[in-house]
């Protein structure tokens, strides 16, 4: 199952690349980020399938896991390269009373979703 790990760390110059190479060393695939830094932090969002072993490799690499939430990664939407389709399916998934908390794009074109409800929001995106 695909798990996405929340990470807060320092926001300066090799802190992303500690995380890239304890997830390397442990065989750990990326297969989703998404970060940013404001007011002197860094907020990372991964996406990866073996959580435990990525969470023992960035704790053993000093990096502090502060979430983990189960996620829907969506195989690539037909329509997603057209104009509103995301405005489309985010309405669906409104509609329905499903907040979205985590969105980001993964490899190969896949979305890396979490919201309150993934099994309902899974079957709305389809």
Same mark, same amino acid.
């Given at each position: 199952?695909?798990?996405? @790990?929340?990470? =807060?760390?320092?926001?300066? &110059?090799?802190?992303? +690349?500690?995380?890239?190479?304890?997830?390397?060393?442990?065989?750990?695939?990326?297969?989703?980020? %998404?970060?940013?830094?404001?007011?002197? /932090?860094?907020?990372?969002?991964? %996406? *990866?399938?073996?959580?435990?072993? !990525?969470?023992?490799?960035?704790?053993?690499?000093?990096?502090?896991?502060?979430?983990?939430?189960?996620?829907?990664?969506?195989? &690539?939407? !037909?329509? +997603?390269?057209? &104009?509103? =389709?995301?405005?489309?399916?985010?309405?669906?998934? +409104?509609? !329905?009373?499903?907040? *979205?908390? *985590?969105?980001? @794009?993964?490899?190969?074109? /896949?979305?890396?979703? *979490?919201?309150?409800?993934?099994?309902? !929001?899974?079957?709305?995106?389809?």
């Amino acid at each position: 199952m695909a798990t996405d @790990l929340m990470i =807060s760390l320092d926001d300066r &110059p090799g802190e992303l +690349a500690r995380v890239g190479e304890a997830l390397g060393a442990a065989g750990v695939n990326i297969e989703g980020l %998404c970060g940013m830094g404001m007011e002197g /932090r860094g907020l990372i969002h991964l %996406c *990866v399938m073996d959580a435990a072993a !990525a969470k023992a490799a960035l704790e053993g690499a000093g990096l502090k896991v502060e979430g983990e939430s189960d996620v829907i990664l969506a195989e &690539p939407i !037909a329509a +997603a390269d057209q &104009p509103g =389709s995301m405005g489309m399916i985010a309405r669906r998934i +409104a509609d !329905a009373g499903i907040n *979205v908390r *985590v969105l980001y @794009l993964a490899t190969n074109n /896949r979305a890396v979703v *979490v919201t309150d409800d993934n099994d309902r !929001a899974m079957e709305l995106m389809s």
